[in-house]
C-alpha cells in the first residue's frame, strides 16, 4: 500500500515550526509495512490544498491530511477536501450537538464560528476527537482513501492511533514488520554498539538499530515476514541475544518508560515512594505521576529549591548546608531521609545539584546528587553532566528512577 | 519571488528524521520577503525526484533541493537534476582536482565512487563546498533556476548562508519580513478569531495568523516592506489594535512563555513564591524552575499527592479531606494557605484535581481547583477540562501562573 501525506499549514511554510507530525506518521505507517513516497506542505491557501490533495490521491492509495481543521478562518482544510473530492459539505445536527456538549462541559459558550468544524463531507464520514475539539473526516478522492487529521501533535497523535491506524492496520493485512524495542540505561550508545556490533551486520532481516535520546538507548530489533506470527519466531533469538549482551542495563520493553517500570516494581512489592528535589523543581514528581494510578504508590515530594526549605521542611543541618552545601552527597543523603521521615514512605528517592548555567551552592553546572533511602539502606551516587540546563534535569530524573529500580531488583548500586 | 524547497531522502520518508532543513531555509527565505509555497519531500528513487523536481520548477522561480549529493550508491540528486533539466553532466577536470586534494589534505585517499561528485550538468554551475565534501549545483530547469545543496543540516547551511542566500537576495532587491507574536491566554482560539476577524480579512500584509497549543494562542502579525524598519512601522499600528482587542489576555511576546513572564514580575516587585501541588505531582515547579535564575524568587512546593500529605504537612483539615475532599475549593485554599506558611512564600499557589482517567477524590477527571494565597488576598477559581491526562496537568499548570500573573498586575480575577 502507497501512502502520501499533505501537511496543511503556513507556519511550516514560513518555518515556524518543523513538520514533526510528518515523522512520526511516516515511522507509523512504516511499522504497518506501509510505504510513503512523498510528503507535501501547502499553506492554507484553498486552491492549492485542492491541487495538493489531488496530486496526492491520484498516485497514492491513502492520503493523510494534517492542520486546517481548527475553527478560524484560515482552518480551511474542510471545504477542500470536499472540493477535491467533488462533494458537498454538510453540517449534521448530532456533531453540532457534540460540539456544543463540550464547550458546555468546560462552562463555555460556542462561538458560532465553531460550528465549522461539523461539516462533514457528503459521501464521506467524521472521526470524533477525544482530545480537542476538531472532528477529523474520510473521504473518497477518486482510487484514494484521503484522512484529515488535526495539526496539533497530541490531538493528531490520539486520532490516529484510536482511528487511522488501526484502520489502516486492517486494509494490510496481517502486518509483516514486528519490531521490539529494548530500552537500556547506563551504557553510553557507543558502547552498545561495539556490543552488538556483530548481530547489527549478520542481517537485513531480522535487524538491530539504535535511538539514542534523553539519557538513555533504544536497541530496535525489526523482523520482516509473512505473519506477523512468523516474525515473532525470527525475533526472539535476536532478542535473547540482545539481552545477554546488555543484561541488567535493559530496563523495559517498547512504551514502559522507566517510571512505569518502577512504578510497576512498587506496586508488585506493596511499597510506597517519596521525593525531595532542588534543581529538578518538581519534575521528578512530575514524571512518577504521568502514570495513571501513580497514586497507589506514590505519596508525594518536598520541592526545597531553597536552601532555607531544605532546612526547615527536611530538616536538612545547617552545617551541611554551610560546610559541603546544598549540592553534596551529604546533603542528598539528609534529603532522602528527610523525605522518608516527612511523608512516611517506604523508599524515598532525593536529587541535588547545579542546573546552570551558573554555579549553584558552591557546585559546578551539571553536577548532581542522588541518594536513597529506604529500610536498612542508604546510598549516594554523583554525575557530572556536560549538557545543559533542561537535559541536566532530564537526565538527574533518569539517573534517581535507575536506582529505585535497581534497589527494588537487589541489582548492584554504582557510586 | 516564489520559491519551493525539495527535500531528497527516503530517511525522511520512513521517519527516521524530520525535515528540520525545511524549516530553517523557509525562516531564511520569509525574512528575504520570499513567498515559501510548497515544501516537498521524496525518497532516493530517479523517476520520483525528476518529477518532483520539474513540478516545483514549474510554479515557482527557484527552487532549493536538498540531499541526494552524497558519494554513495543511493546519492542520485545529481543525475536527477540534469534529466529534470534535460542537460548532460560532465566532468570537469578542475573540480576532480579539487575533490582529491581536499581528501589528500585530510591525509586520506578518495575512494573512486568519490568522483561522481564531481558531475555538474552543463549548462549549470557548481557551489563550492567549505565544510564536507559534496559541491552543490545550479542549473535551470524551464523558468527556474535550481539550486541543490547537501542534506547534512551543517553543510546545507554553510552553503546556503555563503552562496544561496546572497544570490536570492541580489535577486528580490531590498525588503524585509518583519514578526512579532502576541501570546494570548484565557480566550479561545475562535473566540480571538471572531474579534480579529475585520483585520484578518483587511489585508495581506500585514498579516494576522493563529496558532492554538497548550492552553495558549499564539497570535502572528507580520509585516512586509522594503526594509526591516518600513516593516515595524506598518507593524505597529496593527500590533496596537489587536492589543486593544484581546486586552490583558495578552500576557507576553514572541519567546516569553507564562513562566517567565511570572518570574520577571516576581523579579521587579521582588516577592517570593512557593506552591502546594496535587495533581501536577510537581509538574508546576518545574515548569517554573525551567527559567534559569527562578532560584532569585521559587521557594519550592508541596507536592503532596497522597491525602495524608496533604493533611501532615500543609495542614489541611481532616474537615475538609472527609467533606468537600481533596479536589475542592475549600483543599486548594488550604493547600495555598499551608504552603505560604510552610515556606514563608509572599505569594502560595496551589493546584488540586483529578487528572483522570479515573475520578479521583470524589471529582470528575477534568476537575481541577487553582487558590492563591497572598498579603491580603485569598482567591480560588475551578476548571473542568474534557482532556486526556496529560493535557489537563499541563492546562492547571498555565491556569495557576495565569492566576499569579493576573493577582501581581492587579487585574481582575474570575471565579
Redesign the interface.
Known sequence: MRAELV?VG???????????N?????????ELGID??????????AD?IVS?IR?AASRSDVVIVTGGL?????DITRPALAEAAGVALVRPPEIEDELRD?FR????E??E??LAQADVPEPGRYIRP???TAPGLVVSVGEATVYAVPG?P?EMR?MMEVTVLPELSERVGPSALVSRTLRCYGLAESRIAELLDDLFHASANPSVAYLAGGGEVHVRLTAKAGTREEAAVVLGPLEERVRERLGDHVYGTDGDAMEVVVGRLLTDRALTLA?A?S????????R???V????SY?????????P??KR??LHVSAQTLEGPGPVSRECAAEMAAGARR???ADVALALTGA????A?GGAEPGQVWIALNADGIEHQDGFRWPFD??LI?RFAELAALDVVRRHLLGLSLRG
Open positions: 501537511a503556513t507556519e511550516l511554510l514560513i518555518g515556524q515550526i518543523a513538520n514533526t510528518a515523522r512520526w506518521i511516516s515511522e507509523r505507517l512504516a510513503v513516497l512523498h510528503h507535501q506542505v501547502v499553506g492554507d491557501n492549492r495538493s496530486l481548527g475553527p478560524t478562518q484560515d463540550r462541559v468546560r462552562g463555555r460556542m462561538p464560528s465553531n477525544e482530545r480537542g496539533v497530541s490520539e521525593c528535589e534543581l529538578t523543581g518538581g519534575g521528578l514528581g512530575e512518577i505521576t504521568a495513571a494510578g501513580a497514586s506514590f505519596l508525594g515530594s518536598a520541592v526545597t529549591y531553597a532555607a526549605a526547615s521542611i516527612l511523608f512516611g542546573a546552570g548555567p551558573e549553584h540546563r533542561e534535569r
